[in-house]
């Protein structure tokens, strides 16, 4: 697999490479296996940049394992605000509960894997770090940069392409830095095995790279693209109620396949956007009540991975039809989803999404403004 340049060459070049040239980046000056994790846990899905603005708040709210143990998971929830996929807010408080319990840290990659939201990418990068073990990572970054440097003609989310690119990465990691090594061949593909402009005269594996050493390969036509998923539209109308200072909203179930667990406006879905002319029932429906909503609809577009929401929304009215005693406890009648009045200074403290801020800057409304339209 290495048949160009002996591997131990690759490895020092690699090496040598990130010691120079490598990014500053806050996770990377920590040796706390805790504060990988959290890092790690964060990287997953997000943008080092975005992980970098929002690392050390995070710390500094919760220093350590036992903190964050401590902690109640709504509010580790709105400390990961910003950040998305809210799940793995959830799964890193299930872990550290779990670390917090025994008392040890993970010894291995197979002991971190046990630990929620911690799969084989992000366990082998732990155990590479925190416990010097030569365990090698397969992220996009990797995966485009082994592709290239073996010239290899399958989608690399194949099994079969994926034991190879594994074989290559476990060869190319230095047996004395293997995290060092790992984070060395991701930031190869962040910086200069670039997706559409590869730098090859930059890339200090380069000599062992086929698809830049071999006559009439393009290393820009690797890795091999598999179809891509097709992109879902989902239509819903959102309805904006304000009392006061405070603002309507509802916790969305844990299972939903978008904003789960997510404090959010009242909101229900169609088949199409015609049919959300009968949004104010559709509400009743959904959460009880009687339902006025203000025409016409701000048109608001939110995108989430492959799918792509088309939201209607409008100021509205709600009046609810409960018991005197439910009222007071902010609950819907049994079986609907319970509607609960926040406070503006109380938002910010809530497990929320980017969407609620975008819904409510296009309505025009902020939290800190008069009520447009009151409640009960």
């Known amino acids: 697999m290495l048949q160009l340049v002996e591997p131990e060459e690759l490895r020092a070049a690699l090496l040598a490479w990130f010691d120079l040239f490598q990014r500053d980046l806050p996770w990377r000056r920590s040796e706390d296996p805790y504060e990988i994790l959290v890092a790690e846990i964060m990287l997953q899905q997000t943008r080092s940049e975005v992980v970098a603005k929002r690392y050390q708040g995070f710390l500094d709210r919760f220093p350590c394992v036992e903190a964050l143990a401590a902690a109640p998971v709504e509010s580790v ?170 603002l309507l909203l509802h916790r969305r179930p844990g299972d939903a396949d978008w904003l789960a667990g997510r404090w959010h406006l009242p909101t229900v879905e169609f088949a199409s956007r015609e049919e959300s002319i009968g949004a104010a029932e559709a509400l009743g429906r959904e959460f009880g009540g009687c339902w006025e909503c203000d025409e016409p609809a701000v048109l608001v577009r939110h995108a989430v991975t492959y799918r792509d929401f088309v939201v209607r929304a409008a100021v509205a009215r709600w009046r609810p039809e409960c018991t005197p005693e439910e009222t007071a406890a ?34 025009g409304v902020r939290c800190a403004d008069s009520p447009l339209h009151s409640g009960p």
């Open 77 to 246: 929830e709105a400390a990961w605000s910003g950040l998305g996929y809210y799940r793995r807010a959830r799964n890193l408080h299930r872990a550290a509960l779990i670390l917090a319990e025994r008392g040890i840290l993970p010894a291995s990659a197979s002991e971190w894997a046990e630990l929620p939201g911690v799969g084989a990418y992000t366990s082998a990068l732990l155990a590479s770090r925190c416990c010097g073990e030569s365990s090698p990572v397969l992220d996009g970054n990797v995966e485009r940069v082994l592709s290239r440097f073996l010239a290899s003609r399958e989608p690399p989310r194949r099994a079969a392409a994926r034991r190879i690119l594994l074989a290559t990465a476990s060869r190319l990691l230095h047996p004395g830095r293997p995290g060092d090594s790992n984070q060395a061949l991701m930031e190869v593909g962040s910086l200069v095995c670039r997706r559409g402009t590869p730098d090859c005269g930059a890339c200090p594996i380069a000599p062992g790279c086929r698809a830049f050493r071999s006559p009439g390969l393009d290393p820009r036509t690797f890795p091999v693209v598999r179809p891509r998923r097709a992109r879902e539209v989902r239509h819903c109308f959102t309805a904006v109620v304000r009392r006061g200072d405070e």
């Open 330 to 363: 902010n609950q819907a009648p049994l079986g609907r989803p319970s509607l609960v009045w926040f406070r503006d200074s109380e938002i910010d403290e809530l497990p929320t999404s980017s969407l609620l801020r975008k819904t409510l800057d296009s309505v």
